[in-house]
């Protein structure tokens, strides 16, 4: 799982980062090997206690390993610790994050958004819901039920009346229930998740669309993380045209920390509507002195934050481009067909039941059966016999009526039934898929 290569070219960088600095008066922090070695060492002991993230047969959570150029380019630039708050905390990498979310933009058709980095998806979320209640104060917040949890919370925090929409057979929104809670005239902002963390579904966007010019709401699309499969070539009909509409959006959030191959955490806010900067505005008597040059800061609810992240995926974008027909694209459709190798291969055994049409890379399965507990047992238990051979998988607990869309069960006090999920999110699953299904076929839910 470790190539050492990259530790080499780390030192190689380095050496090119220390360049820029030789008019400066000798002078290296003091380093003691003797007193580091122990401790480094017992770091990396205490590290072996990790489920094999970066492996093909670690396909359980929304892990991806970053990729090479971005481990290091983060290292690198940890030499320099930029804090990308205020220009004179980190030039480069605001630079280079403000490059960043221009390609991000150019995903989705946006030439010049209000746009940064943020820790994360969830801060990214809690930034766009917040400038939705500026512009919508006191008015709810729809998203499905299916959507992350962290909507329902982030909308608590900030006081924001929230509502969660029905979703349908296939994981996304229910547009009957959707115009159901619009029709009551309060609603001020939507949430399209497109692609959902428990079962990958992508919300109808486009009828959302066509009820927002009915009903006057702001669509927010939480693409945090399937944002990225707006570059794959290979989707549905019906998801391609969901992705196609996102360019008419209010505001976006993606997360390179997921299909980006960035480490954590690295989230993204984009508004389409530059003005809403105004809702930022804050003065500080220390922070924004350096510079006429926009500060990060200044369109930011955080504060301090990681250059580090801006530099990792301003690397890897010059590396592997986030365009279409690319390298990058490419990466993307080889997750879809290992989830349609999957797919298939556990419609055509007997022994298992997929619980959905599986839109990205995400699928939700179970042992068949006909009793909702014995079926929660059996799915546990092939969970724990498949760790045994070392492919970890996934559990989720889905609602009863979901399961019965596909699989009848005699449930008449369980309320929700304990499914197998597996998110095969590195492309080099495409190439494993094989090994993943033999192993499924070998339990056989026995």
């Not at 030039?91 to 403000?98: D, F, I």
């Not at 958004?113 to 819901?129: D, F, R, S, V």
């Not at 279409?324 to 067909?337: I, P, Q, W, Y």
């Amino acid at each position: 799982m470790i190539n050492h290569a990259e530790v080499a070219m780390l030192e190689e960088a380095l050496d090119v980062l220390e360049e820029g600095f030789t008019d400066l008066p000798a002078f290296a922090p003091e380093l003691d090997p003797q007193r580091l070695r122990p401790v480094l060492e017992a770091v990396a002991a205490r590290m072996q206690d990790n489920y094999p993230y970066p492996h093909p047969y670690y396909a359980g959570q929304m892990l991806k390993p970053p990729h090479p150029v971005a481990r290091i380019a983060y290292a690198l630039s940890m030499y320099i610790n930029p804090n990308n708050h205020a220009l004179d905390g980190g030039r480069a990498s605001s630079a280079m994050e403000k490059e960043c979310i221009r390609d991000i933009a150019a995903m989705f058709g946006w030439s010049e958004p209000l746009g940064h980095l943020t820790g994360g998806g969830t801060m990214a979320n809690l930034e766009a819901l917040w400038i939705s209640d500026r512009l919508h104060p006191g008015q709810r917040v729809l998203a499905s039920d299916q959507a992350h949890y962290t909507h329902g919370r982030i909308s608590d925090v900030l006081k924001i009346p929230f509502a969660a929409v029905a979703s349908n057979a296939t994981g996304a929104m229910d547009m009957e229930a959707l115009e159901n809670e619009l029709e009551k005239g309060d609603v001020g902002t939507v949430v399209a998740t497109m692609g959902t963390t428990g079962l990958g579904a992508v919300d109808p966007l486009p009828r959302i669309l066509d009820l927002q010019s009915k009903y006057g709401f702001r669509i927010h699309a939480d693409a945090a993380y399937g944002g990225y499969f707006v570059l794959a070539s290979n989707l549905s009909e019906t998801t391609r045209r969901r992705y196609d509409a996102m360019t008419e959006v209010d505001s976006i959030v993606i997360d390179p920390h997921k299909h980006g191959l960035q480490p954590y955490g690295c989230g993204c806010v984009l508004f389409k509507d530059t003005s809403v900067v105004k809702h930022y505005k804050h003065d500080s008597a220390y922070t924004y002195f350096s510079s006429d040059d926009l500060h990060l800061g200044e369109i930011s609810l955080e504060c301090s934050r990681a250059g580090s992240s801006a530099v990792a995926l301003w690397a890897t974008h010059r590396l592997l481009p986030p365009v279409e027909d690319g390298e990058f694209a490419s990466s993307l459709d080889r997750c879809v067909s290992a989830l349609h190798q999957v797919r298939d291969a556990l419609n055509a055994n007997p022994a298992f039941t997929v619980l959905h049409d599986p839109m990205l890379d995400i699928i939700v399965f179970s042992v068949a059966g006909d009793d909702a507990g014995t079926v929660s047992a059996a799915n546990q238990r092939l969970f724990d016999r498949a760790a045994r051979r070392n492919l970890h998988l996934a559990l989720i607990e889905m609602p009863v009526q979901f399961v019965n869309n596909r699989m009848p069960l005699d449930a008449s006090e369980a309320e929700t039934v304990t499914c197998l999920r597996s998110v095969l999110m590195k492309p080099e699953h495409d190439d494993w898929a094989h090994d993943i299904i033999e192993i499924l076929n070998e339990l056989g839910g026995s």
